[in-house]
Every structure is written in structure tokens, then in C-alpha cells.
């Protein structure tokens, strides 16, 4: 079982940064990765970055790329989002999740290989 607290979320404005954080607890040694997805109102969920927890490989939505920074602290069992140059368009609620799969015939973008998820935080980018 694996518990995860986010927290950061908050009002920004465009250009901004902000930085989310997910302490996991539980088994997250034994995760392959973790992810941050975003959904706004209306709209599907939508990946926006993953790490992999042994080795710290990433991945990133063309979306984001250059502007958003996914990192984890081993120790604490925390994964961060740097979210930097902040849009409008990047408003919506944050969510970490834990990939604990084992089927590589997913993508490790779609919301579906995620067994755990965070409670969300809200994010808004004002103009």
C-alpha cells in the first residue's frame, strides 16, 4: 500500500514559479516510477512528468518541457515538480501518482498504469 500527501499548490502569476511536492509512504522503494498529471476543468487528465525512482530517468509532456522540472529525494520519499514560466493554460489540479507496474505494453504516460494517486492541489496561473 502507498500513501501520498501532496502539498505547494497555490495562486501564481504568469511567468511565476511554484513548486509541488508528494511525500510517499509505503512500499515506494519498490515503485518503478512516479508521475505528475494535471486535469482542468472539463478536460481528461493529462500527463505532464515521470521519474523513475531507482535511477532518476525522466520524461516530460512536450507541454512542459523547458519549464517544468521533476526531481526525488530517496530519503524523504518525496517526488517535486519545479514549475517554472508559468501560463495560464497550466492551470488545473495537480496530482501525483505512483506507477507500480509491471505491464510495459501500457504507456507510461496514460493515467491507467497509476495504482496510487494523490489527492490533488490546485494550481492557478493568473494573467
Known amino acids: 500500500q502507498v500513501q501520498l500527501v501532496e502539498s505547494g499548490g497555490g495562486l501564481v502569476q504568469a511567468g511565476g514559479s511554484l513548486r509541488l511536492s508528494c511525500a510517499a509512504s509505503?512500499?515506494?522503494?519498490?515503485?518503478?516510477?512516479m508521475g505528475w498529471f494535471r486535469q482542468a476543468p472539463g478536460q481528461e487528465r493529462e500527463f505532464v512528468a515521470r521519474i523513475t525512482w531507482s535511477d532518476g530517468r525522466t520524461g516530460y509532456a512536450d507541454s512542459v518541457k523547458d519549464r517544468f522540472i521533476i526531481s526525488r529525494d530517496k530519503v524523504n520519499n518525496t517526488v517535486y515538480l519545479q514549475m517554472n514560466s508559468l501560463k495560464s493554460e497550466d492551470t488545473a489540479v495537480y496530482y501525483c501518482?505512483?506507477?507500480?507496474?509491471?505491464?510495459?505494453?501500457?504507456?507510461?504516460?496514460?493515467?491507467?498504469?497509476?495504482?496510487?494517486w494523490g489527492q490533488g492541489t490546485q494550481v492557478t496561473v493568473s494573467s
Open positions: 501518482a505512483v506507477d507500480l507496474s509491471l505491464d510495459y505494453s501500457i504507456s507510461s504516460r496514460l493515467p491507467k498504469r497509476y495504482e496510487y
Open positions: 509505503g512500499r515506494t522503494f519498490s515503485a518503478y516510477a
